[in-house]
């Protein structure tokens, strides 16, 4: 009950930050990437004032095993740079281009993006549901330690 | 850009680190928008379904609430072919590199991880030449 409370502050949190960044303004996301254009620079600034506090998080994060709500803190994994994270990224790149959407922009803007937003989000995850085989075949070949291209902790 | 968006992104973003901060300090949890929705409706993620639910839920109904003080608009296409394509390829993409601008750029960028590094740095150098060759050359946006 705790766990599932703190995560409707946390994402709601997350959406306010979104809305008053302007980020959930395909215009800004879009300004930002079209250098040729009327540049944009605010993601930049988006981008720096949330990294301040999540790099404090991480590092009270390293100290400690559990979270304050009793499960293991995240670990930071293998660093394994393979063609699913390179191929995703660019896919993902293209698409964010296209509509100046990114997940979570997309579901904060869900109550005020109209039909749009809506139909945007339903191809999202169409998208995701479509990666399902892609993602269990990039897990067995990582399984056997197949095409890992950089290896690193 | 009128001169005090910077000011707002800022404020806003710091808003967007302090979510991202809480989630693993409180929750355990990477803050990773893909990650959350995709884990739930693939399946994947049914051992903490009402963890994401909730998230979900604070992230979509929340700022509603301040629709009436922000007037927030979307400026979204009404391509519809240009929506429904950009979508497929935001869901796919974002599963298959297993993060998207929260995991691996707000969170892996601020933990130093090189996934998150790589991605990110990825997904702008992508995301830079489709919008100049979208917009610039074929029109299409």
């Given at each position: 009950m705790a766990r599932a409370l703190f995560a409707v502050l946390a994402g709601g949190l997350f959406g306010i930050g979104l809305m008053v960044s302007g980020m959930t303004d395909t215009t800004k996301v879009q300004g930002w990437l079209d250098?040729?254009?009327?540049?944009?620079?605010?993601l930049a600034f988006v981008m720096g004032g949330a990294i301040i506090p999540m790099a404090v998080a991480w590092r009270i994060a390293a100290r400690r095993?559990?979270?304050?709500?009793?499960t293991i803190m995240p670990e930071l994994g293998e660093q394994r740079l393979d063609p699913g994270l390179i191929w995703g990224s660019v896919l993902f790149g293209a698409g964010w281009a296209l509509a100046g959407l990114c997940p979570g922009p997309a579901l904060a803007s869900?109550?005020?993006?109209g039909t749009g937003g809506l139909v945007f989000l339903l191809a999202m995850a169409a998208g995701m549901l479509a990666a399902t085989p892609f993602r269990r075949t990039l897990s067995r070949r990582a399984a056997r330690g197949e095409e890992t291209w950089i290896s690193a902790r | 850009m009128i001169e005090t968006d910077w000011l707002w992104g800022l404020g806003g973003g710091f808003l967007i680190g302090l979510a991202g901060a809480m989630f693993p300090l409180?929750?355990?949890?990477?803050?990773?928008a893909s990650g959350i929705f995709g884990g739930l409706i693939d399946g994947t993620g049914r051992d903490t379904w009402t963890e994401r639910l909730a998230f979900l839920a604070g992230l979509v109904v929340i700022p509603v609430g301040l629709v009436p003080v922000?007037?927030?608009?979307?400026?979204?296409?009404?391509n519809l072919p240009v929506i429904l394509a950009a979508g497929l390829m935001v869901g796919f993409g974002t599963r298959l590199a297993n993060g998207c601008t929260s995991g691996h750029g707000v969170c892996g960028i601020s933990r130093l991880s090189l996934r998150g590094l790589a991605a990110t740095a990825i997904y702008i150098l992508a995301g830079g030449l489709v919008m100049v060759s979208a917009r610039h050359f074929w029109g299409l946006i």
């Open positions: 250098i040729f254009g009327d540049w944009d620079p605010t095993r559990i979270s304050a709500l009793g869900l109550g005020f993006g | 409180v929750n355990g949890r990477v803050m990773g922000l007037s927030p608009e979307t400026h979204l296409t009404e």
